[in-house]
């Protein structure tokens, strides 16, 4: 594929750059649809992305809907068709700023402003449309074979929260129609795996603006598989001897300024609340406040490690064109600890940390996976804490312990925390990018600042390492993860309702209702389908809709013998037993934890 650079020569673009060129002469093509159908409309940014490629325009007051995206997608095929050349051009700054000026392109302008004083400033044009870009782009418009609008949504002029809301309108774009299509049909299996969808059918979680975005609420389906998770880990680490405490959502700004966060993280924050003379903040994370728990009264080195473990209630403030559901709100609970060690310990107890990690993976059946070192960037001096001994022992340290444990990792600059360098398990989902869903950072930072001390053996004070680390990370996203992964299936021990009973007729309610009692008296989730609706709709609702592991269809035979119709998820073929086989079978299940 040949392509224009911004000095008007062409050349043959490099095999690895070819979606990257054709993605950001798709955002120039789809910004000269939206000038055709929006005159007044005025360009920011518009770039290709590592997913596709995005334009933040200011339209005024106008909404962008699906319909205006189909109309904007359709005015793109046109200019496709239409087969403009693209040519590039530079200019002086003075003459830059005019042309901006005569376009009425403010955005444009102010940018501009921004570069360094000697910037080369070029534009690239197709028909009428002009846009200042560095290029390269694709020589003609039909070289654009395969594209598509996805979405629009809100972003700030310069990503800051205190410029105007643009929109920001998404698109993708590939070399084939072929790869397009395989897109589409991984979009698909996306929208059919949607936690949001899933959440809404399966009566899991809400949302509503008028409590706030971002600010998910369990249901009690979505309650139950919420406590069932925070008991599961809860148990493993009382198992493991960590103690779990209970702390504030609030905390002083002052806290937050002895710990760092203020300084390192405030953006993230929720702005600070006036009480009294003093000011309190929604706490991000919940180490400060861990830290105050073990400086509440002396600790000697018999006692070390010591685990405190808490799902915790944490709020930051994400922009809302991030929010996803619970995959990402702006409340969440995390699957908190903090554990205060000797250096001695800081192997042992990492591996240990690892070894829940990964027992926790094979519970729920995780295998897709890679861990990473996250370390800091030393050139960054602005989001590290300015130390580099601590950092260089930190990392040394961290790094010393991976190998020794054999486990395999890549390292990745600029992902450590602000106060020490960690390990993250990043998962692969069944669709869509990987994230991180288990961390063990290790910080020698904090417990510094807040001069946490121990009596070590020959009675001097030391000052513990602490572990931060998450394993479930916050029990929103894992639960996200979870039903994206079943696609809501969950295994009978999680799932909210464990069995549907479906009378046959009024005539077998009497044994419905017995059967219905043995099993909530052995603890099963149990629900009893007494609605006026034909069996077939209640067997087809408890399958593809509430995703109920077991059904049971009693029916005359089934009360005269004392047995059960046993339906398992996902399957057409019944099989028979007595109740208080099945009432074992599914109290194995539960007890095992077993999958599917």
């Not at 961290?398 to 054999?406: E, I, P, Q, S, W």
Request: net charge negative.
């Amino acid at each position: 594929m040949k392509i224009l650079y911004k000095d008007g020569t062409v050349g043959e673009c490099p095999q690895e750059e070819e979606q990257h060129v054709l993605r950001h002469s798709a955002a120039h093509i789809m910004a000269q649809a939206i000038q055709r159908l929006y005159p007044e409309a005025d360009f920011a940014y518009g770039p290709a992305t590592e997913k596709g490629f995005y334009y933040d325009v200011d339209l005024g007051d106008k909404k962008i809907t699906d319909e205006d995206l189909e109309k904007i997608e359709t005015e793109m095929r046109k200019i496709v068709k239409e087969n403009l050349k693209f040519n590039s051009f530079i200019l002086p700054r003075d003459e830059a700023v005019k042309l901006m000026q005569e376009r009425h392109a403010k955005y444009k302008e102010e940018h501009i402003g921004d570069l360094p004083e000697d910037a080369v400033i070029s534009f690239y044009q197709q028909g009428d449309y002009i846009d200042m870009c560095v290029g390269p782009h694709i020589l003609y418009t039909k070289a654009l074979k395969a594209f598509k609008l996805t979405q629009s949504s809100g972003a700030y002029w310069k990503n800051d929260a205190s410029n105007k809301m643009l929109t920001r309108i998404n698109g993708v774009a590939f070399a084939t129609k072929e790869e397009l299509a395989e897109y589409e049909k991984q979009q698909e299996e996306a929208r059919a795996r949607d936690h949001r969808r899933i959440g809404k059918e399966m009566g899991l979680f809400m949302t509503d603006d008028l409590i706030g975005k971002g600010l998910p609420m369990f249901l009690p389906n979505g309650y139950t598989v919420w406590q069932e998770l925070e008991d599961y880990i809860k148990e493993k680490e009382r198992k493991l001897g960590y103690q779990h405490v209970m702390t504030p959502c609030v905390g002083t700004v002052q806290l937050y300024e002895t710990s760092g966060h203020w300084a390192h993280y405030k953006e993230n924050m929720f702005p600070a609340m006036e009480v009294e003379g003093e000011s309190f903040v929604l706490r991000p994370m919940n180490c400060p406040h861990h830290m105050m728990i073990y400086a509440n009264r002396p600790h000697s080195y018999r006692e070390l490690p010591i685990r405190i473990g808490e799902i915790a209630h944490d709020f930051r403030f994400e922009a809302s064109g991030t929010l996803k559901g619970i995959e990402r709100g702006r409340h969440f609970c995390q699957n908190d600890a903090h554990l205060f060690v000797t250096p001695d310990q800081i192997e042992s107890e990492v591996g240990k940390v690892v070894d829940l990690i990964f027992d926790v993976y094979k519970d729920f059946g995780i295998t897709d996976y890679r861990c990473v070192l996250s370390l800091r960037d030393p050139a960054d001096t602005k989001k590290y804490h300015p130390d580099d001994e601590m950092w260089n022992t930190a990392e040394d340290a961290l790094r010393r312990v991976l190998n020794d444990l054999n486990i395999e990792y890549t390292e990745e600059i600029g992902e450590a925390a602000f106060y020490g360098p960690k390990l993250d398990v990043n998962v692969k989902p069944a669709v869509g990018a990987e994230y991180t869903l288990s961390t063990c950072q290790l910080d020698f930072c904090l417990p510094a600042k807040f001069d946490l001390k121990y009596i070590d053996s020959d009675s001097t004070e030391q000052t513990p390492v602490v572990l931060h680390r998450a394993i479930l990370g916050s029990l929103d996203r894992f639960m996200a993860y979870i039903i994206e992964e079943t696609k809501g299936k969950f295994p009978t021990w999680l799932a909210p309702k464990q069995v549907k009973i479906i009378p046959i007729s009024d005539k077998t309610m009497e044994y419905s209702e017995k059967v219905y009692g043995m099993l909530k008296d052995a603890g099963i989730r149990v629900e009893l389908d007494d609605r006026n609706e034909t069996m077939k709709y209640k067997i087809r609702e408890g399958q593809s809709h509430d995703r109920v592991p077991y059904m049971l269809i009693l029916g005359a035979k089934e009360a005269e013998d004392g047995t059960v119709s046993v339906r398992k998820r996902d399957q057409v073929k019944n099989e028979t037993m007595s109740a208080e086989a099945f009432v074992e079978k599914i109290i194995s299940e539960i007890e095992t934890k077993a999958r599917d």
